[in-house]
């Protein structure tokens, strides 16, 4: 069911944090550099400029190996992941 959320915190270029999740969301359809790879850092700050503070809506799809909710994330009307296309993997 979708929510309206609050991002909290950035985690990486593909995961954030909510004013009321106890875990973790990871960003469904991103797939951004991991930490010591090259753009982990321009994904990170990207997704932190478009994202933190934000209201967002949260839609659930799954739960990772992890124990992250993997959920589909939109600001206003528009996916995160197609905010984020020049920060994604190749």
Do not use: C, F, W
């Amino acid at each position: 069911m979708p929510r309206k959320e609050t991002v909290t915190k950035i985690i990486d270029g593909d995961t954030i944090e909510t004013s009321v999740r106890k875990k973790p969301v990871r960003i469904e359809g991103m797939d951004t550099p991991e930490k010591r790879q090259a753009g982990y850092s321009e994904a990170k700050k990207e997704l932190g400029k478009l994202l933190k503070g934000e209201k967002v809506t949260v839609t659930p799809v799954a739960t990772d190996v992890y124990g992250r909710t993997v959920a589909k994330v939109k600001r206003g009307n528009t996916p995160v992941p197609s905010l984020m296309k020049k920060h994604q993997k190749k």
